[in-house]
């Protein structure tokens, strides 16, 4: 567990980076608010949105391997 406030980003990748092998990207979105992915919230940012889900897809891409 990171006890970090998530506006101290830095200290929570910082963190990742000391204390864990996991792969991690921490990224902050201008202007997007917590819930900034969900299109039925007043908070929804749609270009970060689709980055957003870019990355995730990428990342999974890179990270995860399909059983078979």
């Not at 980003?9 to 902050?28: G, N, S, W």
């Not at 039925?40 to 957003?52: C, L, N, V, W």
Request: proline content about 4%; aromatic content about 10%.
């Amino acid at each position: 567990i990171i006890r970090a406030p998530m506006s101290d980003y830095r200290v929570r990748a910082a963190t990742l980076d000391e204390q864990t092998t996991v792969a991690h990207d921490i990224v902050r979105f201008a202007g997007a608010e917590h819930g900034f992915n969900c299109d039925q919230r007043p908070s929804y940012h749609p270009d970060a949105a689709k980055d957003a889900w870019q990355r995730t897809l990428a990342w999974f891409g890179d990270h995860l391997q399909a059983s078979g």
